[in-house]
């Protein structure tokens, strides 16, 4: 039995998950330092909703989409696009029907329509960027729904440990029902993106709109997704459209001016702080064994994980320096993230720059004499061109 960082629970080894020191999403495809047996798959699942608006919701998401890093399946080759923004409300609205389309929006200034099935008046059309892709979309959805039995999962937003998933099963007359729902440590099957409300809509710059209707569409990882109310309204999706031939409908007429790409960027600086002091707590855990678990940072493995904390609270521990803090070097560090902890004014302080644009700066606890001796100061750099992370003495290193 080892002890999770986070929660201080004794678990058993099959429990706990490989923990990256900085989100691998901003580390590229180098080296990179991670955790074993020391955090949780539980709370690892709390920790992947926060990343994942920090690096698909924020203004991070951006930035990676311009400067890096390639992602894993551009660097293979086997990707079609170069770090396409992952951002969940990105939509094509046309001023010929009033429907709103799911988009992406890849470097250097791409946009395109996801692989989709979406729901109109006359019950669904197909729409994809090419054939290919609606080859694509067709595969995935035989894999899924010409079974007997079909999962559809959310994150189980009243504790983010846990996800929610839907069992389907089809019925003697051929159409899914819902038979039970559990909670799960693992996501699987059909990832649900619920409406924030029935109806919802995407206004256009001339403030028309364009109707969210139920969909389902590829994701630029090839993962299957679906937009509706619940998983009730799901499965009455489905039921609509599993009948149908998946085949890209003819191509939209395109004229300027007649296209608009809009996205819904939801930045929660309460999940962009619970990640700044997540990394800065792995970042001692990993450089300074032991001194992690020491009880100085049981305030702020609270506010990691509590979902309650709110944005005034964590500010007191994590915010953003936008006077540039005098940690880092004054120039710019293109194609590098600088990470640093030391000891500031009687306090463990991590500070993080991102892309060369963006600072953070937190407080992980009070430091002691002991502490202020032992931690010292821990620089590191992140290539995340090539090399990947590594620890440095200084920043001309």
Not at 192 to 218: H, K
Request: aromatic share 10%.
């Amino acid at each position: 039995m080892s002890v999770c960082l986070y929660c201080l629970q004794e678990t058993k080894a099959e429990d706990f998950s490989k923990e990256h020191v900085m989100s691998r999403t901003f580390c590229g495809t180098g080296n990179n330092w991670t955790l074993k047996h020391i955090v949780c798959k539980f709370c690892n699942n709390i920790f992947s909703a926060h990343e994942s608006h920090w690096a698909n919701s924020a203004i991070e998401s951006f930035m990676r989409a311009y400067e890096g890093p390639t992602g894993r399946a551009a660097k293979k080759g086997s990707a079609k696009r170069i770090n396409p923004v992952e951002i969940e409300d990105l939509f094509i609205l046309r001023t010929c029907d009033d429907l709103a389309y799911e988009a992406g929006f890849a470097y250097p200034g791409e946009h395109y329509y996801r692989p989709q099935l979406i729901e109109c008046d006359s019950g669904y059309i197909s729409v994809a960027s090419d054939e290919e892709e609606g080859k694509l979309l067709q595969s995935e959805f035989n894999n899924h729904f010409n079974q007997n039995e079909v999962k559809i999962s959310q994150r189980c937003l009243a504790d983010l440990r846990y996800f929610d998933v839907a069992t389907c099963k089809r019925s003697p007359s051929g159409s899914f029902e819902i038979v039970e729902v559990t909670k799960e440590a693992k996501a699987t099957g059909v990832w649900l993106r619920p409406f924030r409300q029935r109806g919802s809509a995407v206004a256009d710059i001339d403030n028309s709109e364009r109707r969210l209707t139920r969909r389902l569409a590829l994701d630029d990882r090839g993962r299957l997704y679906v937009r509706a109310e619940d998983f009730e309204d799901t499965c009455r999706f489905l039921n609509l459209i599993q009948d149908g031939s998946i085949l890209p409908r003819g191509d939209l007429p395109a004229s300027p001016g007649r296209e608009t790409l809009t996205l819904g960027l939801k930045i929660s600086l309460p999940s962009v702080g619970r990640c700044v002091l997540k990394t800065g707590l792995n970042l001692l855990a990993y450089c300074r064994p032991g001194l992690a678990f020491n009880s100085a940072f049981d305030v702020v493995r609270t506010l990691v994980l509590d979902q309650g904390a709110n944005s005034r609270i964590l500010k007191r521990y994590s915010f953003s320096d936008n006077n540039r803090s005098k940690v880092f070097p004054i120039e710019k560090t293109p194609g590098q993230h600088l990470l640093q902890l030391d000891v500031h004014k009687s306090k463990v302080r991590f500070s993080i720059r991102l892309f060369g644009h963006m600072e953070y700066e937190g407080y992980l606890g009070t430091a002691d004499d002991n502490l202020r001796n032992e931690i010292g100061a821990i620089r590191v750099v992140v290539d995340f061109t090539s090399a990947g992370i590594r620890e440095v003495k200084d920043w001309r290193a």
